[in-house]
Structures are given as structure tokens and as C-alpha cells.
């Protein structure tokens, strides 16, 4: 295979490979170290880190459907000062960029976390404002392109790294979304989070998750995401981390020709923990058969 350029910027940060995980679906890492050299990923993007613990929902909270899966975990995670002092360093063993995606239920509770990282040795920031698992922040801050102007704005103000509004898809108009966190300061868009769904045990006469609903990601949901990253690439002028049912190189690509400067790998990972891997050698795979030199001049291509 002939060598190809697929570094990318996001946001003035330069990553090798524009493969990444999604957030949720990779911890920091740790767990899958031992499956994934993490220093060929682009960036690793770590769960949702809060100015406290979160014990996240009760169970069970994931469940298998057609072409993918239902979570309802609730942003568990340990805290920001545990993250920052035990998954940083581990982190950055790896010649890797580190992107930590930033949970709050308030305003101030998103700026706390972002203050503490502001001297800690991270590249960027994904800001979760379309978490639909939890009853305060998370989506109820994504779904009106007022607030999430206003939340970028207060975040981007004492955010240390460059940010990125990661959006949901639960809404009518992705653009006008989008083009809220652009007016609030955010210097890249990741999207898209997982679309509300709900699954039923029709023998227990029960929801499948202990929440009742929960989202949904994996292949199934794929197109949808094609479709918003596509409309924001051609609204928006962000760079854009696409996501939603990555599970080749190919899907990979198709998410660049939509406008994508990054992509990540969430649910694959919970059904072939060397995913990553795998679409970033699709990836090469395609760029070497049609004499792609470099990533971007593929990038949305697609009039
Ligand atoms: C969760 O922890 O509930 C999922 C994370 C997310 O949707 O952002």
C-alpha cells in the first residue's frame, strides 16, 4: 500500500489520522489498550467527565436492537479531579490527542469541569449538551438554538482548549443548532449523539430499560447522521467530527464526503473492540484504490 497523507486539523489542532472514538464507548482507553495501539488513533474522545461522580441510571441500561443498541447510562463517570489524575497521565503515554467530552446538569456545573482543565495537558474539549440519559443538562440544553448559544458562549469563556459543541439529532432543524453553537464561540461540531428510542420485553410486559427510553446509536442510525453532518458542512463553516453507526472504513468515508473532518467509532466497539483499527486501515484501503493523496480532498465533496 502506497503511504497517504490523512492528517487533519480540528480546530487548530493537528491529528495524524482523523479517526477517533466516540464518547461513552471507549472509557479513556484503559480497558482497551490491550486490543488497540492507541498510538494510531487520531484522538481518543473519553466518556463525559463531571465536576463530581455520577453513578449514572440503573439497570439495565444497554440493550442490543436491529443494527445497533439502546444506552441509558446516565453519564456514569468518576469526577473531574479523579479523571485528571489518573486517565490524563495514563493517556498520555500514547501519542495521541485527547479530546474530554464535558457533563454538566448546570451551566456552572460545565464551566467548573472546564476550569479544571484548563491547565491540565488535553488538546480539546467536546461540550455534551445532547446527552438524552439524564434529567438536568444534557440534551435539555441542546435542543433550542438560543441556549445552545448561550451555554457555548458562558463555556467557551473560560475554556482554556478549543471547543466543540457536540449536538443532537432529537430536534427539527440541525442547522439552525448548529449554527446556535457557532454564534456562541464553538470552534468545531461534533454530531451526531443518539436519536431517542425505547424497546419493550413483550413477555415481562415491560420497557427493556430501567429509564423507559434511551438512545439509540449503531448502523441503523447512520444515515440520519450522513444527512445533519451533510446539511451542517454546507451551512456552518466548523470543522465538523462525524458519528453514528461507524463500522467500516467505508462508512468512514461516506461521512467525509459528506463534509466530516474527523470521525469517530462508538458502538463497533462493543462488538469488535479492534473497530478503530479496522476503519482507519479502510480508510487507507479506499484512499490507495482511487489514488486519494490526501484525506481532505475528499472532504465534502458531495454537492
Ligand atoms: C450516557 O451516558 O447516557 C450516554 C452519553 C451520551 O449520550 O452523551
Not at 442490543?64 to 447510562?73: A, D, K, P, Y
Not at 446527552?131 to 448559544?149: L, R
Not at 439552525?176 to 456562541?184: F, L, M, S, V
Amino acid at each position: 500500500m502506497t503511504k497517504v497523507n490523512m492528517k487533519v486539523n480540528i480546530s487548530g489542532v493537528e491529528l495524524k489520522n482523523p479517526v477517533m472514538t466516540a464518547s461513552g464507548t471507549f472509557g479513556s482507553g484503559i480497558e482497551y489498550g490491550e486490543f488497540v495501539d492507541l498510538n494510531r488513533l487520531g484522538a481518543v474522545v473519553v466518556k463525559g467527565i463531571a465536576n463530581t461522580s455520577w453513578k449514572g441510571n440503573a439497570s439495565p441500561r444497554v440493550a442490543e436492537t436491529f443494527g445497533g443498541m439502546l444506552n441509558s447510562v446516565g453519564l456514569q463517570n468518576p469526577g473531574v479531579d479523579e479523571f485528571i489524575q489518573k486517565d490524563i497521565p495514563f493517556l498520555r503515554k500514547y501519542d495521541t490527542k485527547i479530546i474530554v467530552n464535558i457533563a454538566g446538569k448546570t451551566v456552572e456545573e460545565y464551566c467548573e469541569v472546564v476550569k479544571k482543565l484548563a491547565t491540565a495537558d488535553i488538546d480539546l474539549l467536546e461540550l455534551n449538551i445532547s446527552c438524552p440519559n439524564v434529567k438536568e443538562g444534557g440534551v435539555s440544553f441542546g435542543t433550542d438554538a438560543k441556549m445552545v448559544e448561550y451555554v457555548t458562549k458562558q463555556v467557551k469563556r473560560v475554556s482554556k482548549q478549543p471547543l466543540i459543541v457536540k449536538l443532537t439529532p432529537n430536534v427539527t432543524d440541525i442547522v439552525e443548532i448548529a449554527k446556535g453553537a457557532e454564534a456562541g464561540g464553538a470552534d468545531g461540531l461534533s454530531l451526531i449523539n443518539t436519536l431517542l428510542g425505547m424497546a419493550i420485553d413483550i413477555h415481562k410486559r415491560k420497557p427493556v430499560l430501567a429509564n423507559v427510553v434511551g438512545g439509540l446509536s449503531g448502523p441503523a442510525i447512520k444515515p440520519v447522521a450522513i444527512r445533519m453532518v451533510y446539511q451542517v458542512a454546507k451551512a456552518v463553516g466548523l470543522p465538523i467530527i462525524g458519528m453514528g453507526g461507524i463500522m467500516t472504513g467505508e462508512d468512514a468515508i461516506e461521512f467525509i464526503q459528506a463534509g466530516a473532518t474527523g470521525v469517530a467509532v462508538g458502538t463497533a466497539n462493543f462488538i469488535n473492540p479492534t473497530a478503530t483499527m479496522d476503519v482507519l486501515e479502510g480508510i487507507g484501503k479506499y484512499m490507495n484504490q482511487y489514488g486519494v493523496e490526501k484525506i481532505s480532498d475528499i472532504r465534502g465533496i458531495i454537492a
